[in-house]
């Protein structure tokens, strides 16, 4: 890890302005034992200075250390068994991916910080539509196929086409457009970065055979999802906005809370471009399989917010990093982030909590994990008010309080 990090630390300032702030002391750890990464150097670190979350994760997680200028990452022996060894390169990947997160864009990019606080945030409408996600699978064809292709006339057309599915899917779906914005950003110019880092330390910036060998194998994999779509479109998009020219100048139109989809096709002439029939159907089909896979999810947690069921709140900060399978908005509760989760690490007061397969409704500027509780969950041991939901590793106790609407709230501390 620490010879590949060093290999690709080179090329941060290259790859983007202020890149080089990705090139922190990075500290790994399997729970046994944990080494500091700096400057292509390996060296032993005391698991007993490890930050708590750390040491008590499981799986994958980490944490960012901004002021300290340091990145820890647990990557524990049950987690690296469950990746083949040709895919172990991801880790590294991840850790160029979360650094440029943390230490480059940071509180770094206030335009785009402001998008978050207008309303542009990770989620997608559930149910799933498969239209729109049909415009930018389409959209992401085109891209992939203009950024490899040898033939300046083809790829002239390909954009002219990808600018006529962009301009489609904008006003076809302007929500989707207003929602994405900077997830396309944040997400985009993070796996830009990621890849074209790669790209770099193999030599093979810009050569476009070995794009189209490359690319397909390290881009995050096609989903008809919203979120992961933006991994996907950013890079490409960033990729070939360096062959337009000025490479600087679009990445600091970015940090101003510019897209790179817009800057690269907003102002091209478009060549008027729908999905076609095989396409509007696989995604049909796609969102068809998300949507059943869901709905046993999120169906039950909806009739229980629409009958007005009591919540659990727990109040602390999430440890490391947690599990999400995705993040969606229903109709009926647009001030609620449905987000089902396979594992999450909360530090309450009273310890450590781990929830799993149970579904987070993350409320805008709440630092707390809130889910709906059924009635049987609720009950009294010793005098005290004890929910023992299913997903939790302990019961815990609680206080009984009402929010504004009236609803019930068990509120552990």
């Known amino acids: 890890m620490a010879r590949q ?19 922190v002391e990075t500290i790994v750890t399997d729970g046994a034992a944990a080494y500091r990464l700096k400057s292509g150097q390996v060296s032993s670190f005391p698991l007993a200075e490890l930050p708590a979350s750390i040491r008590q994760a499981t799986g994958l997680s980490f944490k960012l250390d901004r002021a300290g200028r340091r990145a820890y990452y647990r990557l524990d022996a049950a987690f690296l068994s469950l990746i083949a060894e040709p895919a172990k390169g991801t880790v590294i990947q991840l850790v160029v991916h979360e650094n440029f997160h943390g230490f480059v864009q ?15 945030r990770r989620v997608q409408p559930y149910p799933i539509v498969a239209e729109p996600r049909a415009y930018r699978s389409a959209l992401t064809e085109r891209l992939l196929a203009a950024l490899t292709t ?39 110019t ?17 050569n476009t055979s070995v794009l189209a060998t490359y690319l397909p194998q390290h881009l995050p994999p096609a989903q008809p999802d919203l979120t992961t779509e ?26 101003a809370g510019m897209t790179p989809l817009e ?3 907003g102002s091209r002439t478009p060549k008027e471009t729908a999905p076609s029939a095989a396409a509007l159907g696989e995604a049909q089909a796609a969102a068809d399989r998300l949507n059943a896979a869901l709905a046993p999810q999120l169906e039950p947690v909806l009739t229980h917010l629409r009958a007005g069921a009591p919540l659990l709140v727990l109040n602390g900060p999430l440890q490391g990093s947690f599990s999400p399978q995705g993040f969606y908005q229903a109709a009926a509760f647009p001030d609620y982030t449905l987000i089902p989760l396979v594992r999450g690490t909360v530090q309450t007061e009273g310890g450590p909590v781990t ?27 010793g005098g005290k008010l004890v929910v023992t939901h299913p ?19 068990y509120r552990a501390r």
């Open 106 to 120: 940071g509180d770094n990019w206030p335009e785009v910080s402001r998008l978050l606080a207008a309303g542009s």
């Open 230 to 255: 933006a991994y996907r479109l950013g890079a490409l998009a960033g990729l070939l906005l360096d062959q337009e020219g000025d490479p600087l100048q679009w990445k600091r139109r970015v940090m």
């Open 150 to 188: 040898p033939d300046p006339a083809r790829r002239t057309r390909l954009l002219a086409e990808a600018a006529g599915l962009y301009q489609g899917w904008k006003t076809r779906f302007p929500e989707e457009a207003r929602l994405s914005r900077w997830t396309d950003i944040i997400e985009g």
């Open 263 to 265: 800057l690269l096709l």
């Open 190 to 206: 993070a796996t830009y970065f990621e890849t074209r880092v790669g790209l770099m330390t193999q030599g093979a910036d810009g």
């Open 391 to 409: 997903g939790l590793s302990r019961p815990l106790e609680v206080t009984r309080e009402t929010d504004a609407q009236g609803r019930t709230l």
């Open 355 to 381: 929830v799993e397969n149970a579904v987070w409704l993350e409320r805008k500027g709440e630092l707390s994990l809130t889910f709906v509780v059924q009635p049987e969950w609720v009950s009294t041991q």
């Open 5 to 23: 990090l060093a290999a690709r630390e080179r090329f941060y300032g290259a790859a983007w302005p202020g890149g080089e702030q990705a090139a």
